[in-house]
């Protein structure tokens, strides 16, 4: 699942074509400019021998010996004595020919090593990176489970206060678990294409209800506002998307503020953009420059984010966002606090019949 | 239908140990529980004796759980409760279009299923016993007279948003998928015509008033349908 994004440079398969497309571009110039120019047949040999040696550096074998049949073809037909014939060479210019040969495939040869070697490196890059993010998954779901253990051990033995501490942590433990998981599968679900939107119509009010239900009691130490207009349009949407999306920004609103910190919802719709928008903000410490770049990318962890977590969830927020045709933005001016922004196209629905 | 002692919960999943979780769950909240790990046991179980709720999992390995679901709605109407997973809407629509009377995502608490089969239990009592008047927060709702009074004050509702109000009380604490109340109010052609609903239930929220959209009684399930909560606090 991870994989996927790791792509690995020179696939010969699709480089090849090109490559002989490069050849007969490059031997093509050196024969117009050679045709055009006073320099001696002799001179115009060696300026071949050159282009081959360049060509060879930088295409593997076929193409570079492709090159070397037409530079000796072209010198020959151009512009050894007389022009615009095949001539039978003399034994140095046979000679001359025979080297565009040898340096095409000694070069070739070289390149490919390089390319082999490049491709190597960046092999054991993307398996180093797998290895991380392996670990990281592996840490996130073995520590509940190591909790889980723990408290299951100990729940015989502890008098009653201990036991009420234990199945707290075993509660904490559920909630990340399930979170870990969960967020995965969205991943997952997203990645690899099965995710299917189902556009409806759907109350802007009625999502966050159902996303503030979701989070539950995580958002209990922070002040929820909900502040939508009375003519705030109903928005074409799918519901279960956009409620998870709501929901993960309440939850990082959560997470990444200190308790006490209100947490707003707003909502709107602009006729210059032709969007709506629904917003969740808060008065946090706001969000480093240097992570605004790669925020909504996988696995991309803030600095000082508290507690575990695989940092899934703003890049869910997008891909839930994009599926539906909308965005996701944030604002973090230089005073603090934090405004996620998801927009959605703006529809007018068709009319309703009274009764 | 067991009429008296405790009541009877058949569960209907194919793995032992969500059931054992649940049979201890449902039977510390005193109900007596029947166990089944396939869809064919289960509709055996029920032939045998009609227990008075199904707890019944959409992902069975022998038949899906809607193939059982129907099966078992020619044979009794009691309430089933269906277990789903996240990003399953098509599978609870279908289920609840079939005779399903409520769904929980799983993974769920233990709380949040004994209210779920509480609720749908005590629904199968209040609609013998067909109250005439019904009261939630300030609003009181006469079925019979069709009027609403919001802290003894009538609220003029149109006749489409007093229906649409009528269903959801009718039907507290199950889920009415989308699809069936635009069929009801609108016809069978509206039926994919969220926008209406959508509006109706605004207009209906804003006549109401404020504090009984802030209880939150007007559950939205999304992408499936609406619930009437009559006791938005039990469960949390």
Known sequence: MVMRDVRLAYAPARGAHADYVKVLGVIGLVTLCGWFSPLSYLALGYIYLLAVIALSTRVSRWPALWGAVLSSVAWNFFFVPPRLSFSVLRFDESLLLATYFVVALIGSQLTALRFAADRAKLLAESERMHQTLLDSVAHELKTPIAVFRTAVEQLGTGDPAKRAQLMEEVRIAVQRLDTVVANLLSQTRLESGVLKPRLDWCDGRDLVAAARRAVGRRLDNHPLTVDIPADFPIILADAALMEQAIAHLLLNAAVHTPPEVPVRVSAGSSAESNSVFISVSDNGPGIPMDLRGRLFEKFSRGPNARVGGLGLGLSIVRGFMNAQGGDVLVESPPGGGARFILSLPLKAPEGVPHG | ?236
């Open chain 2, 1 to 236: 239908m067991s009429t008296e002692g405790e009541p009877t919960v058949l569960l209907v999943d194919d793995e032992a140990q969500i059931r054992r979780m649940l049979r201890f769950t449902l039977e510390e909240a005193g109900y007596g529980v029947r166990e089944a790990e396939s869809g064919r046991i289960a509709l055996g179980e029920i032939a045998l004796t009609v227990p008075d709720l199904v707890i019944l999992d959409l992902g069975l390995p022998d038949t899906s759980g809607t193939e059982v679901l129907r099966a078992l709605r020619k044979l009794s109407s009691i309430p089933v409760l269906i277990l789903s997973v996240r990003g399953g809407e098509q599978d609870k629509i279908e289920a609840l279009e079939t005779g399903a009377d409520d769904y929980l995502t799983k993974p769920f608490g233990g709380g949040e299923l004994v209210a779920r089969v509480r609720a749908l239990l005590r629904r199968v009592h209040t609609a013998e016993a067909a109250e005439k008047v019904f009261t939630f927060g300030p609003i009181q709702v006469d079925l019979d007279r069709s009027r609403v009074l919001r802290e003894g004050r009538p609220v003029k509702l149109t006749s489409l948003e007093f229906k649409l109000l009528r269903m959801l009380v009718l039907h507290r604490d199950k889920v009415l998928t989308h699809q069936h109340i635009l069929g009801e109010l609108w016809g069978p052609k509206a039926t994919s015509k969220t926008n209406y609903l959508r509006i109706y239930m605004m207009q209906l929220r804003r006549k109401l008033g404020e504090e009984v959209d802030s209880a939150g009684h007007f559950q939205t399930e999304s992408g499936v349908g609406y619930r009437f909560v009559s006791d938005p606090m039990m469960g949390c």
